[in-house]
């Protein structure tokens, strides 16, 4: 059974930092290109950040030089490391394991920034 499970979230003030991790089971996960979405409330869902399995990254124009994801392939995990936080990333953020045709999703963690 495929899991993954996102944890990291809470309650920061704008500029602050926070670390989501994202730990994966049930897949292979080094061969899996690992993404960061978000969905704010009455918003999509929304691509952050993705990394491929080879390690090179790609970001939203919104969190470029702000968000640096990583993984761990040791640690099945996946990070999404978040600073200078505004409160326009307020969300909750999913992660997704996607290799066609199969595609993973956790339940997500809530990031919410204060101002």
């Known amino acids: 059974q495929v899991q993954l499970v996102e944890s990291g979230g809470g309650l920061v003030q704008a500029g602050g930092s926070l670390r989501l991790s994202c730990a994966a089971s049930?897949?292979?996960?080094?061969?899996?290109?690992m993404r960061w979405y978000r969905q704010a409330p009455g918003k999509q869902r929304v691509l952050v950040a993705a990394?491929?399995?080879?390690?090179?990254?790609n970001y939203a124009d919104s969190v470029k030089g702000r968000f640096t994801i990583s993984r761990d392939n040791a640690k099945n995990t996946v990070y999404l490391q978040m600073n200078s936080l505004k409160p326009e990333d307020t969300a909750v953020y999913y992660c997704?394991?996607?290799?066609?045709?199969?595609?993973?999703w956790g339940k997500g963690t809530l990031v919410t920034v204060s101002s």
């Open positions: 990394i491929t399995s080879g390690g090179s990254t």
């Open positions: 997704n394991a996607v290799r066609s045709p199969l595609d993973y």
């Open positions: 049930g897949i292979i996960f080094s061969i899996y290109p």
